[in-house]
């Protein structure tokens, strides 16, 4: 994976935690308190800046989402850690 391929996938994150947000009718402080963090990371999440899993899990599951739908595009994930 290329620098350029991974910084389309942290956009793509960020579009989507973005438009679940809006879907949602939450606010980037709402969120962040909602999720244990605060309206900063929220900001660099979705401009693609910081993406860590946890993070991105933390946000999934305060919007009441998966995040495999924010990390991938996926409405649920098949992938198992065995």
Do not use: C
């Amino acid at each position: 994976m290329t620098e350029s391929d991974l910084q389309q996938s942290r956009q793509g994150v960020g579009a989507r935690l973005r438009e679940t947000r809006r879907a949602r009718g939450v606010t980037q402080a709402d969120l962040g308190q909602r999720a244990g963090l605060n309206q900063a990371v929220v900001v660099l999440v979705e401009e693609g800046v910081l993406w860590h899993p946890s993070i991105v899990s933390s946000l999934a599951m305060a919007l009441d989402t998966t995040p495999a739908w924010i990390q991938w595009g996926e409405p649920f994930s098949d992938k198992r850690v065995e």
